[in-house]
């Protein structure tokens, strides 16, 4: 039964992951994400779960790695600096095809930076982080609703395609409360496990999980193994929103909570009698490139909004149809400052034609 809830977006995720199936979190606190661990803490041992503080983001990450290989749904959470620490974790994890959800809230940067709401970790995320030309599959929720949401997928696309899979969000994101509708946990079809290290058995042989891989033409093999898998989730597992681009002489692009101002601008904008949409790319990996292609047929103008000075705009770019004119807005926020979407309105009035 569907549940009603006023909740936190870091609180969603920590439900979300309860409800999937997680019973193991490893992670360290680091602001704007340690909503997260603090709920986990609190719920997971009730339920028969582990929650461990891990003495560094270092050791949460290869904790995950240790749960992952045994078959268990595992979780790990963090923001920018504790994320670019598990980046040598996530690269063997990716090397062995384990699954496991990250959860990015991201924060200001580089180095310490700030707390403030940021998309700076978009680069990070979506080019794999660490070593060896891997990539992960990369969410991006714009609501609380679709935190709780994305959250669940997040660990049903980690077992379907034996790949890390990152959520990644923000502060505003993060520590905004909206109403949510709790879903109980969708029945899907999932593949058996029969790779989990077990343990050695009486007439079985034993799993070993590695990702070190010597034997002759071993490695390029699983390179392209690699290549293959991340072609079908192009093919299968692309999502977006499109908001009113049928008739769109201009449309907006934008990701996550700068998706959720330009919304507004781009009503605004309507209001006014200006024929401008919204696309929002909801995976940010694998891009939903086709969507571009095939929106710059007939509408040859994008404006592309971040909290950040152009990190997404190089896979714009490089998806829209060749005659298309990309323009950029970018916000890097300091002091707690957002772009308003009185400011957004303004910036699409002025490459609007």
Not at 282 to 303: D, E, G, M, N, S
């Amino acid at each position: 039964m569907s549940t009603k809830l006023f909740v936190k977006g870091n609180e969603a995720v920590a439900m979300a992951a309860i409800e999937a199936g997680c019973r193991y979190y490893f992670g360290y606190p680091i602001t704007p994400q340690s909503d997260i661990p603090e709920y986990l803490s609190r719920e997971l041992p009730p339920l028969g779960g582990e929650f461990i503080q891990a003495e560094s983001e270092v050791a949460a990450i290869n904790m995950l790695l240790g749960a992952s290989a045994t078959g268990v749904r595992c979780m790990t959470s963090s923001s920018g600096p504790g994320i670019s620490l598990k980046q040598e974790g996530i690269s063997f994890m990716a090397g062995s095809e384990l699954p496991g959800v990250i959860v990015d809230i991201m924060r200001q940067g580089p180095g310490l930076g700030g707390i403030d709401a940021s998309q700076a970790d978009y680069w990070q995320a979506t080019r794999g982080g660490g070593h060896g030309g891997y990539r992960i599959i990369v969410l991006a929720p714009s609501s609380v609703q679709e935190m709780y949401d994305l959250t669940m997928q997040a660990f049903d696309l980690s077992d379907i395609y034996r790949i890390p899979v990152m959520v990644l969000a923000d502060s505003v994101i993060g520590q905004m409360k909206e109403s949510i509708v709790a879903n109980p946990r969708p029945v899907t079809e999932l593949p058996a496990k029969d790779w989990a290290v077990r343990g050695r058995r009486e007439g079985q042989s034993q799993n070993v999980v590695k990702s070190l891989k010597l034997g002759d033409g071993e490695m390029e093999a699983f390179h392209w193994k690699m290549h293959a898998r991340y072609q079908e989730l192009a093919d299968k597992e692309c999502r977006w929103e499109e908001l009113q681009t049928d008739d769109a002489t201009l449309v907006v692009t934008a990701f996550g909570s700068a998706a959720r101002i330009a919304r507004t601008a781009v009503a605004m904008a309507r209001e006014e009698g200006l024929k401008v949409g919204l696309l929002r790319p909801i995976t940010l990996f694998p891009f939903p490139q086709k969507a571009y292609t095939q929106l710059t047929r007939h509408c040859k103008r994008l404006l592309d909004i971040e909290l950040n000075t152009g990190q997404m705009i190089d896979d714009v770019r490089l998806s829209v149809a060749k005659d298309a004119e990309v323009e950029f807005y970018g916000r890097p926020p300091g002091a707690g400052s957002l772009p308003t979407p009185e400011e957004l309105l303004e910036q699409i009035k002025k490459h609007y034609s």
